[in-house]
Nanobody, 119 residues
Framework: QVQLVESGGGLVQPGGSLTLSCAAS????????MGWHRQAPGKERELVAS???????HYADSVKGRFTISGDNAKNTLYLQMNSLQPEDTAVYYC?????????????WGQGTQVAVSS
């Protein structure tokens, strides 16, 4: 199994920046891709950004040019650098990992970290 623990959320003013971290442990060598999702009150969870083991990245249109996803394989940690934050970015942010182990897919989620953008 894989365990994910997020950190770095908080309250920030519009235009500000935050960096989220996701520490992975367990069967990390079997992870094929990781990503950040978010869920705002009353809305469905949506993909924000993802990265594959080969460093191929994907971003939601709403965050392109503002957010950057990256990973540190040595530290088994995923990051999300968020710049130019806006109130609409307010949500609980979840780390996700996709694993392929003995030919079977598994998906794991962290507990979430709250990001609030407000003046």
């Amino acid at each position: 199994q894989v365990q994910l623990v997020e950190s770095g959320g908080g309250l920030v003013q519009p235009g500000g920046s935050l960096t989220l971290s996701c520490a992975a442990s367990g069967r990390t060598s079997s992870i094929t891709a990781m990503g950040w999702h978010r869920q705002a009150p009353g809305k469905e969870r949506e993909l924000v950004a993802s990265i594959t083991r080969g460093d191929s990245t994907h971003y939601a249109d709403s965050v392109k040019g503002r957010f950057t996803i990256s990973g540190d394989n040595a530290k088994n940690t995923l990051y999300l650098q968020m710049n130019s934050l806006q109130p609409e970015d307010t949500a609980v942010y979840y780390c996700h990992a996709h694993e392929r182990y003995i030919g079977l897919p598994y998906d794991y989620w962290g507990q979430g970290t709250q990001v609030a953008v407000s003046s």
